[in-house]
């Protein structure tokens, strides 16, 4: 390690923590992810978008790329397969017509309705590993730090 790093606490402490977060982050992932995979086909961009449009209803996939939080390229070529699996459909937005609606087909609808609880337990099961006032900690303090890093950009 370089020395000038050993003498920055506060870089050290951040380095630390950022690495126990995305550990910890990319742990649950892998527990969850293949089972997605396995059980449903989806992967977890896929599952994500279904998972919105489930419980949040149509919206354009420029809504979506905030939501789940990733660019725009990388979601057009997961809802291309979504469409081709025929899962959501793309209708124009009587609202904009430069875009599309994004909305779940009824085999999309019945895919994440079988999906959605069994997924939602294991994340429970594995967050499970906290109490639940550690994870409304730990919730509380994502959020802040989701909150302060969105409003310094």
């Known amino acids: 390690?370089?020395?000038?790093?050993?003498?920055?606490?506060?870089?050290?402490l951040a380095l630390g923590t950022f690495v126990k977060l995305r550990r910890a982050v990319n742990t649950v992932t892998?527990?969850?992810n293949p089972v997605l995979q396995k059980?449903?086909?989806?992967?977890?961009s896929q599952f994500g978008v279904l998972?919105?449009?489930w419980h949040l209803g149509p919206m354009p996939q420029a809504r979506l790329c905030e939501?789940?939080?990733?660019?725009?390229?990388?979601?057009?070529?997961?809802?291309?397969?979504?469409e081709r699996g025929g899962l959501v459909r793309r209708d124009p937005n009587p609202e904009d017509r430069r875009a599309h609606l994004v909305r779940l087909s009824e085999k999309g609808k019945s895919l994440v309705a079988a999906a959605f609880p069994a997924h939602?337990?294991?994340?429970?099961?594995?967050?499970?590993?906290?109490?639940p006032a550690e994870q409304r900690?730990?919730?509380?303090l994502c959020r802040k730090l989701g909150l302060t890093i969105r409003a310094e950009t």
């Open 1 to 12: 390690m370089r020395a000038s790093l050993r003498r920055d606490p506060a870089t050290l």
């Open 30 to 32: 892998a527990r969850l």
């Open 39 to 44: 059980e449903h086909g989806l992967t977890e």
């Open 51 to 53: 998972e919105a449009l």
């Open 67 to 82: 939501k789940l939080l990733v660019s725009g390229s990388n979601l057009t070529t997961v809802m291309d397969n979504l």
């Open 120 to 131: 939602a337990a294991r994340i429970a099961a594995l967050l499970g590993a906290l109490t």
């Open 137 to 140: 900690e730990l919730g509380r």
